[in-house]
């Protein structure tokens, strides 16, 4: 899965109607993801720094509820965005996903346990296994 890193509101022009998850890395207005939700009719989800999360408007949270868009926490750790716009999540992560699936692990169960094993927050792992089905 690719993920979308924008860093400035100066970025969103050259944003696709085809994206699936963005990550914000910096403070978002409600206008900011309002902007975001018209653009890219696809998107699935937006990932922002957990101190990001706290400050987003209750508005704002029900709004993307009703478009179905998932608010996850999270970094993308050692990301550089001048070398590459996107971040990958590792096919390695959906073939751990898939073989603890198959020991039988609930997926709440394996949502703690690759949380534990990456650096990724469990938001998101959750949001990847239900993307993964």
């Known amino acids: 899965m690719?993920?979308?890193?924008i860093s400035s509101t100066d970025e969103f022009e050259s944003l696709k109607q085809t994206e699936n998850?963005?990550?914000l890395a910096f403070r978002p207005s409600n206008t900011d993801i309002f902007s975001i939700v018209t653009k890219c009719p696809q998107l699935k989800?937006?990932?922002i720094p957990p101190s990001y999360k706290k400050t987003i408007s209750k508005?704002?949270?029900t709004f993307l509820e009703m478009q179905g868009i998932k608010l996850l926490e999270g970094d993308v750790w050692?990301?550089?965005k001048d070398l590459n716009e996107y971040s990958e999540v590792s096919p390695n992560i959906y073939d751990r996903i898939n073989e603890l699936r198959q020991k039988g692990m609930s997926d709440s169960d394996i949502a703690e346990k690759m949380s534990r094993e990456t650096r990724l927050n469990s938001d998101f792992v959750s949001f990847l296994l239900t993307y993964n089905n």
């Open 2 to 5: 690719r993920i979308r890193v």
């Open 21 to 23: 998850i963005i990550h």
């Open 45 to 47: 989800a937006i990932q």
């Open 59 to 61: 508005t704002t949270i």
């Open 78 to 80: 050692g990301h550089r």
